[in-house]
């Protein structure tokens, strides 16, 4: 025993004599690297987030009537800005390079993405600003990469957490904003740059800090919610019904997109006649249904807060619908992560009127998670973003409506790019 005790006492010796050392990803040029682009990720779009308030604040001064010629205008000038400094694309495009193009994301489209998002999302088109900053910072990356002469896997994990480092930002989510940078390139319901999580990680938790600090983020919900009360062990079970439904909205909302643009296709014309086209219309939508207007990140709270007839909340829904589809299909730039939890939301609401008994959050939270996953095919992620979003705490739910809605998602998707490339051609 005596003998046993002496060998431990010289073991432990031996471990204290030896120098600490840190992980390998520790302070070394790799994991500076991610920080620095998580750096970037944060000041850009916290910048963007300061110039996109002002012009929200000027814009909005035009009310009644005058927002339809003053949506016109906004989508004519966005149109010229694509028509003479260049096409940025859209989420199309950035799958594409990630899986197709060596994970090169172009920066030189930027100020064009920057300028003619700002317009379109100040000016309430029914677009969110995540898109155009998963853009800008992911061609960040791609820049920094090339600057330090990475290839190969290297440069697209520096280019998904530049998109995670821009995602995470607008979102306050790290973890949410890294996984949604690794599953919106999903393929065949499998996530193929797992290599990437852990950039992404460190890039979205600097830019997270940064972002933070620039426009004084705080801790907490952005979406407040009634508080949500535990009913039984089949609250999944129901979550799961919910999500059904909101799943044949996100066909609808899918199909409804596709038909636009099938449409606009046929108007043999410039881009800015096209965007012209959509912020009359956008206007008109926008004059009668005023809550409509805006990518939802303010209208969701008010949409929660205000009681709403259930006729009324038919209209908000449809004509919703209606503006994004008018939105993506018109040519106008923007993300629709927040419009179709806008969406999920007056669905929710409807739902709970009919069937009161159902908890009203577990109503909206489950049909956000099923169409923005049907949609955007990300469950991981939508269920991470929606519980940080929303501080509604029990994971179960949220993640069975999410489930539900990727696997019901129509064979079609939404995002193209998530395809092989021989079958979308």
Same mark, same amino acid.
């Given at each position: 025993?005596?003998?046993?005790?002496?060998?431990?006492?010289?073991?432990?010796?031996?471990?204290?004599?030896?120098?600490?050392?840190?992980?390998?990803?520790?302070?070394?040029?790799?994991?500076?690297?991610?920080?620095?682009?998580?750096?970037?990720?944060?000041?850009?779009? !916290?910048?963007?987030?300061?110039? *996109? /308030?002002? =012009?929200? +604040? %000027?814009? @909005?001064?035009?009310?009644?009537?005058?927002? #339809? &010629?003053?949506?016109?205008?906004?989508?004519?000038?966005?149109?010229?800005?694509?028509?003479?400094?260049?096409?940025?694309?859209?989420?199309?495009?950035?799958?594409?390079?990630?899986?197709?193009?060596?994970?090169?994301?172009?920066?030189?489209?930027?100020?064009?993405?920057?300028?003619?998002?700002?317009?379109?999302?100040?000016?309430?088109?029914?677009?969110?600003?995540?898109?155009?900053?998963?853009?800008?910072?992911?061609?960040?990356?791609?820049?920094?990469?090339?600057?330090?002469?990475?290839?190969?896997?290297?440069?697209?994990?520096?280019?998904?957490?530049?998109?995670?480092?821009?995602?995470?930002?607008?979102?306050?989510?790290?973890? !949410?904003?890294?996984?949604?940078? *690794? /599953?919106? =390139?999903? +393929? %065949?319901? @499998?996530?193929?740059?797992?290599?990437?999580? #852990? &950039?992404?990680?460190?890039?979205?938790?600097?830019?997270?800090?940064?972002?933070?600090?620039?426009?004084?983020?705080?801790?907490?919900?952005?979406?407040?919610?009634?508080?949500?009360?535990?009913?039984?062990?089949?609250?999944?079970?129901?979550?799961?019904?919910?999500?059904?439904?909101?799943?044949?909205?996100?066909?609808?909302?899918?199909?409804?997109?596709?038909?636009?643009?099938?449409?606009?296709?046929?108007?043999?014309?410039?881009?800015?006649?096209?965007?012209?086209?959509?912020?009359?219309?956008?206007?008109?939508?926008?004059?009668?249904?005023?809550?409509?207007?805006?990518?939802?990140?303010?209208?969701?709270?008010?949409?929660?807060?205000?009681?709403?007839?259930?006729?009324?909340?038919? =209209?908000?829904?449809?004509?919703?619908?209606?503006?994004?589809?008018?939105?993506?299909?018109?040519?106008?730039?923007?993300?629709?992560?927040?419009?179709?939890?806008?969406?999920?939301?007056?669905?929710?609401?409807?739902?709970?009127?009919?069937?009161?008994?159902?908890?009203?959050?577990?109503?909206?939270?489950?049909?956000?998670?099923?169409?923005?996953?049907?949609?955007?095919?990300?469950?991981?992620?939508?269920?991470?973003?929606?519980?940080?979003?929303?501080?509604?705490?029990?994971?179960?739910?949220?993640?069975?409506?999410?489930?539900?809605?990727?696997?019901?998602?129509?064979?079609?998707?939404?995002?193209?790019?998530?395809?092989?490339?021989?079958k979308r051609n």
């Amino acid at each position: 025993m005596k003998l046993k005790r002496r060998r431990q006492i010289v073991s432990y010796s031996s471990i204290l004599d030896q120098p600490l050392k840190f992980t390998p990803f520790v302070f070394n040029r790799t994991f500076l690297l991610w920080a620095l682009l998580g750096l970037m990720g944060g000041l850009i779009a !916290g910048i963007y987030w300061i110039v *996109l /308030e002002f =012009l929200i +604040h %000027k814009i @909005a001064f035009f009310e009644g009537w005058l927002v #339809i &010629p003053t949506m016109a205008i906004c989508g004519l000038l966005a149109g010229l800005i694509i028509h003479y400094i260049g096409d940025p694309g859209e989420i199309d495009l950035i799958v594409d390079n990630i899986r197709f193009n060596k994970g090169k994301l172009d920066p030189k489209n930027n100020p064009s993405m920057i300028l003619s998002s700002l317009l379109c999302v100040a000016s309430g088109g029914s677009l969110g600003p995540e898109a155009p900053l998963v853009q800008v910072t992911g061609s960040t990356g791609t820049w920094l990469g090339k600057i330090f002469r990475l290839k190969g896997e290297e440069l697209r994990s520096l280019s998904i957490a530049g998109m995670a480092s821009g995602f995470t930002a607008l979102f306050g989510a790290p973890l !949410g904003g890294s996984l949604f940078s *690794l /599953e919106i =390139l999903h +393929h %065949k319901h @499998a996530v193929e740059y797992y290599k990437a999580i #852990i &950039p992404a990680l460190v890039a979205s938790c600097f830019s997270y800090v940064i972002f933070a600090l620039i426009i004084h983020l705080g801790l907490g919900a952005t979406w407040s919610l009634p508080a949500y009360e535990y009913s039984g062990t089949f609250d999944f079970g129901i979550a799961v019904l919910l999500a059904i439904v909101a799943t044949i909205v996100g066909w609808i909302f899918i199909y409804c997109i596709k038909f636009l643009k099938s449409l606009f296709k046929k108007v043999k014309t410039a881009i800015y006649i096209k965007t012209l086209i959509g912020g009359i219309l956008l206007g008109v939508i926008s004059f009668y249904f005023p809550l409509t207007r805006y990518f939802g990140h303010e209208e969701i709270n008010s949409l929660v807060n205000t009681n709403f007839s259930v006729n009324a909340l038919f =209209l908000i829904l449809i004509f919703k619908i209606l503006a994004i589809a008018i939105t993506v299909t018109s040519g106008w730039r923007g993300g629709f992560i927040i419009p179709l939890f806008f969406v999920g939301t007056t669905l929710g609401l409807i739902i709970h009127h009919y069937f009161p008994s159902i908890n009203v959050s577990l109503a909206i939270i489950s049909c956000m998670a099923g169409i923005n996953a049907c949609v955007t095919r990300t469950p991981m992620s939508t269920t991470i973003l929606l519980a940080t979003l929303t501080g509604f705490s029990y994971f179960i739910p949220i993640l069975f409506a999410s489930l539900t809605g990727y696997f019901l998602a129509p064979r079609t998707a939404f995002i193209g790019a998530q395809m092989d490339k021989k079958k979308r051609n």
